[in-house]
């Protein structure tokens, strides 16, 4: 594993990712005549920020975080943040895309850079490959669907203990704000602000 080939292809990810402003336009359009779904972003990184993925993974290192899961491969730019942390925990990654193709690319990157047997990278909907995890959740990761933030949530809220943080990317998106008003309802977590609200940081009382 290398920690120097993992940032040199994020550098070639991040290149690769400029062109997703106009190819959003083009998968936004779509919602004119019908309601936008998964499938209309197959071509799209919508990626977290440099900065975000180095805040990830000194997240990870700082706590020690081992059990991590991810709602929303991608082509797998945060996974391999993730993966720079937990190279250093020696933790272990559990990331789910529901689009194949993107999947499949995302398993190339993570070969390629040599961190693959860190990373579980489950194929189709999340609500399903990960409705039989038991493991406890040491930092879970929502950035995919934003209408399964709450559910997907639910579902894995078990495997959470005292030191477990949820990081909720996209928390502009109204969406992602119904899911932040219902869980901050609950006496037992603390929500924080990061990135002018971009995202936010659950963790437990």
Not at 112 to 133: C, F, P, Q, R
Not at 141 to 163: A, I, Q, S, T, V
């Amino acid at each position: 594993m290398s920690k120097e080939k993992t940032n040199m292809i994020l550098d070639e990810l991040f290149r690769d990712s400029k062109g997703d402003f106009f190819k959003m336009i083009k998968a936004v359009s779509k919602s004119v005549i019908r309601p936008l779904k998964p499938d209309d972003f197959k071509d799209l990184y919508l990626s977290i920020s440099k900065e975000q993925g180095d805040d990830l993974t000194k997240l990870i290192i700082e706590n020690n975080y081992k059990n991590i899961v991810e709602f929303g491969t991608s082509f797998g730019i945060s996974t391999l943040y993730l993966a720079l942390g937990a190279i250093e925990t020696n933790g272990h990654i559990i990331t789910t895309e529901l689009i194949v193709s993107k999947a499949e690319k995302a398993n190339e990157t993570f070969k390629k850079a040599g961190v693959d047997n860190l990373i579980d990278i489950k194929i189709g909907d999340a609500m399903k490959t990960l409705e039989n995890h038991k493991a406890p959740i040491d930092l879970l990761l929502l950035d995919g669907w934003k209408d399964l933030y709450l559910p997907l949530f639910r579902m894995l809220e078990p495997n959470f203990h005292p030191n477990t943080t949820i990081y909720v990317d996209n928390a502009n998106m109204k969406e992602t704000q119904q899911f932040l008003e219902v869980i901050s309802q609950q006496p037992k977590y603390r929500l924080k602000p990061q990135y002018n609200g971009k995202v936010f940081l659950i963790t437990l009382l």
